[in-house]
Every structure is written in C-alpha cells, then in structure tokens.
C-alpha cells in the first residue's frame, strides 16, 4: 500500500503543480520548481516529533509527502520549461505587435470547423507546431513553439497531423492557460510539403471511410457512431451533445479507457486461443494498441488509456500481475511531464478520475452489494458506473454548474450496448477501404446499439428535476470533492452510513416532489415568451400543445434551441424572420432542429445578402416553403392571428435599412394583443403611425424594439401604451442597450419592463381572472 501512495502522491503532485504553472510565467514557475523540491529534501530530514504521531510520519507520512513535493517539483520544472518557449522574448514581441509572419509549421491535430456568420463559409482551427518563423525585412527564426492556426481556405479542412506546410498570416495573443505561444490569423490555403506519415494518412482514410459509411445513417446515430468508436465528433448534433451532457454521459463522445479495453479485450481473446506465450501476446496486443491510438487520433483521454495499457502489456510481457493503481499514478506521471498541457485539459481529467473511481472504489461497492446478497453481474454493472460517476462527479459539477441525478442510471443502462457499438464501428472503419458496401451494412448493424445510447440520453434530459444547481468553477468543484471525499471516508462506520441514507432519502422525497410539480416552467396561459438569447431576438407564440409560431432566431441555434426546448416546442406551425441581420437569423438552424417547421416568412427586403442565404438554405435543406409577406399578410392557427401591420413601402437611405424595413406584426392571442416590431427604428415606427394612426398600433404586450435602443419615436411607444414590455437584450453588450431614458418613458406610462439580460427568458401570461402578468425564468445567459 506504501509504493501505491508514494506513486499516486507523485502523480498529484506532478498534475496540481503543472495546472498550476501553466497560468504562471516561467521565472514565478521555476520559484515554485525550487520550493517543491527543498521541501522534499526536508521531508526526509529525521523526524523529532515524538509518540505515536512521530512515528506515523516516520513509518509513511513523510514518505507520501515527500513523493508529493517531488511530483510537485517535476511538475513545476515540465511546465516551467515549455512557458518558456511561450515567453520566448522575440516570439513574444511580434505577438504583441501584430506582425504579419511566413512560418513553417506541423499539423499536431484534425482541423475543427468554427461557425461563422451566418451565409459565410466556417472557419478552420488547427493546433500547429511552429518550425520555423520568418517576419517582414527581419532575418527568420527557427523554434518549436505550439500555436493556433485560423484559416478561412476551405483547403484547410482535409490536412492531416504530421502534414508539413508554409503559409503566411498575422500573429494574435493566445487565451492563456495552456503552452500555445500564438493564434495565427490566415487567409489564403495553406502550402504542402510532402505529405504526413504513411499511419496518418492510414488513419484518415480509415476515419474519413467510417463517416461515409456512417452517411446513410440518421443524423443523431449516424453523428454519434464515428464519435463513440474513434472520437470523431463533426457530425455529432449539438443538441445530442447537450443531451449526453445533461445525463453524465459526455465520456461516450470521446475515446476512453473503455475503447481501448475492448479492442484490447477481443485481441487478447482471440491471441490466447492460439495458445501464444505471453511476449508474443504482448507484442501482438501493443501492435492493436498503437493501430487503434493512431485511428482514433492521440486526444487526452486516448493518451491516457494507451499509456495504461502499455504499463499492463510490459506486465503482461514479464510474467507479472499489473498493480492497476501504480500503472494510472505511473501513466499520470510521466505523460504531464511529457505533456504538461493535459493538465488542464477537462477530458484528461475526466479519464483519469474515472479509472481511479473503477480501481480504487467500485470493487469495495461491487463486494458489499454479493455480500449483501446480489448476483454477480447485477453487483458489477451497478457498482462500475456509480464509482465512476462519484469520481467525475467534482469535474463535472464545476463545468456544468449542476449535479446529475440521472447520470448512474442513464450509464448503468447504456453498459450493455457500449462494446457492440464500438466493434461494429471499428468494423466499419477497417472494411471501408476494402469493401464499402460492407462497411455500410456493419454501420448499419452498429446504429442499433448506438439508436439505444440515443434514447437513454434524449430521454435522461428530458427526466424533471434531472439535474439539481450547484456552484460552478473551482469552487465547486473542489466543494464537491471534499463532500464527496468527506462522505465515502465517514461512510465506512454504520451509524454515519445509515444517517447519509436518510438525511439523503429525505431531501430526494422532500425537494423532488416540489421540483416536479412546481417546474415554473412554461407558467400556464402564457401568451408570449422572449428567450434569453443575447444579444439578439426570438419570440414564441403558443398555437397548442407543443406547437408554436417563432419570430427569428437569435444569434446562435443553441440558444432558441434550448428555449423552444424548454417550451416544449415539437412543432413550428410558422418561422417568421423579421429582417436578415446575424442577430435575428444567426440561430436559424436551432429552430429547424429536431422539429418539424410548416413555413418560412421573411420581409422583400434581401439584406444583409448572407442572412437571407442562411435562412434560405435551411428551408430549402428542410424542404420547407419560404416566402416574402407585406402589409396585410395574415395567419391564424389554434386561436392565434398574427397580422403584418409593416412596412409599408421600402425605406431607404435610413439609419439602418435592414432594421427600417423588419416585419411589424400584430399578434392576437387569448384576447390580448402582442405587438413584434423588429428592430424598426424612428423612421418606420413614424411611418406606421402616418399610415395607420396611434389605435392600430395599440397593445397589452410589447416586445420593445431593437433591444431597446434609443432609436426611438416617443409618440409610438406612447401609441402602443402597453401593460407589458419585453426587452431582448445581451448581458453586458458593447451598444448601450436598453436606453435607459426610453425604459423610464415606458415605465412612466405604466408598463411593467422586463429584461432577458436580468430575468432570462420572459413570459406574458393571462392570470386567473384576464389580467395580465409577467414571469422571469431567470437564469440569464452569460
């Protein structure tokens, strides 16, 4: 037990002293270096302390302290020395002052596509090593230096790791935190030499078969397969992310231990049949080992697992057992110092808590449930995703600001389905090149079990009170840890462990119930919701039960696609767009996801050029019909009406065209009225009132124009003399929105002014006796 904490002691001290350098310079790291190994020098100083404490710290306690201060030593000196090439003075000058560079460099990873603006092509991110370095009319550089490659070629998106190219682009300051000395801004397509390593190219063919395989698929399985056999996450939905997320099952998206467990598990199964000696089964599982890494490309969690496994196969090779936890402190050790960037890497931490909850916690539960009386299988399937999900737990709630209730159910139902999908898709993979027909009918095999991790996510999601808040960041996380740690180390005696069980079974049956039935949301008779999306506009209008009439899309689809989730939204009867600006249509693809949308109306006025092309894009991908409306145009559906009551001719040569040309809509709901202007501004709020007068533009809601700017008529927010005012506007947002005179006219006139910045996402809702009322449900987006 002494060599397993002397080795787990190294290898904390090694991960808290780089995740901890790595936002450090490099003199104030080397400081840190210096302190860590005097004291570990002094830890082996004779102890004086006498008694039995004197003789604990003798026998092990300065020990375990002093392979912590060492790890902590070794951990500071890594990362210190890789700052430096961060920190390196003439790299570091033309980063802060923009210079524009020809470098050489080396892809390290796969491209990740970034999406742009609506209409524009995406932008690529590639992880790079920097080589060589040439600036304008000074002599170039060589180095080695990690940074970030922004390239708006799509001839970005195919290059593999290992490619070596040349480009020339603008030097950028990284976000720190990590060993990138640059970000380097590129427009034009990068410049080949050579091509990457023979593996690599193996590789990409192999994943790139995987995805075509996957094609025929439905787009939730058809994401996900790649994904959960080789980490490949392109096509993987975000709303399917969000699901795996919400019910702890995020590990399933990358490559784990897991993968390399069952490769390995196959290989070695079918190598023994041959009755092959332990070096030969060694040689042969480590040649599976470095096939499968290279396919499923070497992220944080699949470097973790390849290291475990090769620490078991020199085991294996010798004749001896593995010590399991030794091999992890090992594995943990000497892949920071390797790589002293996996420490702050969430995957890399989420792999190494879960091996450590498997091997240190889950065989402890897996024996007391058979002494208890469970059958074997039932005790080894509980215990497994409960220790894993106690010892991600901390990490989790930290990023996510919320624990889980669902997640040891949801991953205690998926463990069945887990190696089947895993095989087919490896399958699928290798058979691509060689027969693709092939390839196709095992992807197709292997979606049935991967349709069932689909279902438990999406259902796990949906589970009310599923998830309780928690604080986020360090804070929690470390809070966390200490409960948790503070919980399994009290929960050994039997009185504490049977108290735990009641003052826990009391809070589920008395906070779950409340929670349940008193979800707060949607509040019933709403009328009109405006989501919290940021800076930006999307509105909802109820036409029934999961139905409703949407009224643009915010500036990004996660946003109004949460929203309508929350809703209950399954059915878009109608997608208004009011004008083509980013922060009306950016989300456009959220509205359209996972929901069927009857019809598309947007304005005559075509610009911006690229908003109305995203719209129209994703109508015509939906098949869904798309049309220009004006004056006079109505729709009624489940005793709703909504009325186009603007513009009436085009403006021109206005502050803002686009926003002086939105749809203006009168919507009639429940025997109120909503009036939805857009972002029309002083010009066509003057105009409806010249064409229309102050009674047609009369209502109970308003949702106030242009997130409230100071372009403004007085005499038609006097007109409208609403009871409610709706304010769709970004936290701290650089345009001065709301204005705070005009929030005074309206409050001074009697309304009730709300904000999404404040409140979240807004409701107008009838009350019990048709008055009008208004629900925040808070939890405004940062």
Not at 2 to 18: E, H, N, Q
Not at 379 to 397: D, H, K, N, T, Y
Not at 678 to 702: F, I, K, N, W, Y
Request: aromatic content about 4%; charged content about 15%.
């Amino acid at each position: 037990m002494t060599a397993d904490l002397r080795l787990a002691g190294f290898a904390v001290g090694c991960w808290l002293a780089a995740l901890s350098a790595l936002h450090l310079s490099f003199r104030t790291g080397m400081v840190v270096a210096g302190i860590a190994l005097v004291l570990t020098t002094a830890a082996f100083a004779p102890a004086s302390a006498g008694g039995r404490l004197g003789r604990l710290w003798r026998d092990g306690g300065r020990w375990v302290a002093a392979a912590v201060l060492l790890g902590a030593g070794c951990g500071a000196v890594a990362t210190a020395a890789r700052v430096s090439v961060r920190e390196a003075g003439p790299l570091a000058a033309l980063v802060a002052a923009g210079a524009t560079v020809r470098v050489e460099l080396v892809v390290r990873d796969d491209p990740r596509a970034l999406d742009g603006s609506p209409g524009l092509p995406p932008t690529y991110l590639v992880s790079v090593e920097l080589t060589e370095l040439q600036p304008e009319d000074t002599p170039g550089m060589r180095l080695s230096a990690r940074a970030i490659v922004l390239g708006k070629d799509p001839a970005w998106r195919p290059l593999l790791p290992g490619q070596r190219l040349s480009t020339t682009g603008k030097l950028m300051p990284p976000r720190g935190g990590d060993l990138r000395a640059a970000v380097l801004s590129v427009k034009d397509a990068p410049e080949l030499h050579g091509r990457p390593s023979w593996a690599q190219r193996a590789a990409g063919s192999l994943r790139a078969g995987l995805q075509r395989a996957c094609e025929p698929l439905p787009d939730d399985v058809g994401g996900l397969l790649p994904g959960l056999v080789v980490g490949d996450t392109s096509r993987l939905q975000p709303t399917l992310e969000e699901d795996f997320r919400a019910t702890g099952m995020t590990h399933l998206n990358a490559v784990s231990g897991a993968n390399v467990a069952i490769i390995l598990g196959v290989v070695l199964f079918a190598v023994r049949r041959t009755r092959a000696g332990p070096v030969v089964t060694a040689v042969i599982c480590a040649g599976a080992l470095a096939g499968f890494v290279i396919l499923a490309r070497p992220s944080p969690s699949v470097v973790r697992a390849a290291a475990m496994g090769a620490i078991g196969l020199v085991g294996l090779a010798t004749g001896r057992p593995r010590a399991a936890v030794p091999a992890l402190a090992a594995g943990v050790g000497v892949l920071i110092v390797v790589d002293p960037e996996l420490a702050g890497d969430p995957g890399f931490a989420l792999s190494v808590l879960a091996t450590a909850g498997l091997l240190l916690v889950a065989p402890g539960w897996r024996d007391a449930l058979l002494r208890r009386g469970w059958p074997s299988g039932a005790a080894e399937a509980l215990a497994v995703p409960a220790a894993a999900q106690v010892a991600c737990g901390p990490v989790v709630a930290g990023l996510s600001g919320s624990v889980s209730l669902v997640a040891v159910p949801a991953n205690l139902l998926v463990v069945p389905a887990i190696a089947p999908a895993t095989l087919l898709g490896v399958s699928a993979a290798v058979l691509s090149p060689v027969w693709p027909a092939g390839a196709e009918f095992t992807a197709w095999v292997g979606q049935w079990p991967a349709r069932w991790l689909v279902v438990v996510a999406t259902y796990g999601a949906r589970v009310p009170a599923g998830a309780v808040p928690w604080p986020a960041g360090v804070s929690g996380a470390v809070l966390l840890g200490a409960l948790t740690v503070a919980l399994l180390v009290a929960a050994r005696r039997p009185l504490v462990r049977r108290l735990v069980a009641v003052v826990a079974a009391g809070a589920m049956l008395g906070a779950l119930p409340v929670r349940l039935l008193a979800s707060g949301w949607p509040p019933p008779r709403w009328i009109v919701v405006t989501c919290a999306v940021g800076q930006g506009d999307a509105v909802v209008l109820p036409v029934g039960r999961g139905q409703a009439i949407v009224v643009d899309a915010g500036p990004e689809p996660e946003a109004v696609d949460h929203c309508l989730r929350r809703l209950g939204v399954r059915q878009v009867v109608l997608f208004v767009v009011s004008h083509f600006h980013v922060d009306h249509v950016g989300g456009v693809a959220g509205v359209f996801r996972g929901r069927t949308v009857g019809a598309v109306v947007t304005p005559d006025w075509p610009e911006p050029p690229g908003g109305r092309a995203a719209v129209a894009a994703e109508a015509r991908t939906a098949r869904v019909p798309m049309a220009a409306v004006g004056p006079g145009w109505r729709y009624a559906a489940g005793g709703l009406d909504l009325t186009v009551i603007g513009p009436f001719e085009p403006l021109h040569a206005t502050n803002s065209d686009p926003n002086n040309n939105s749809l203006v809509l009168l919507a009639r709901v429940d025997g109120r009225t909503v009036l939805l202007p857009g972002d029309a501004e002083t010009e066509e709020q003057d105009e409806l009132l010249r064409h229309l007068g102050a009674g047609a533009v009369r209502a109970d809601v308003l949702k106030v124009a242009h997130h409230g700017s100071a372009y403004q008529s007085p005499e038609f927010v006097d007109a409208v003399d609403p009871a409610v005012a709706l304010v769709s506007v970004g936290v701290d947002n650089d345009y001065g929105h709301p204005n705070a005179a005009l929030l005074a006219r309206l409050g001074r006139g009697g309304a009730a002014v709300l904000r999404t910045d404040v409140g979240g996402d807004l409701a107008a809702v009838r009350t019990a006796g048709g008055g009008l009322a208004v629900v925040a449900r808070g939890d405004p987006p940062q």
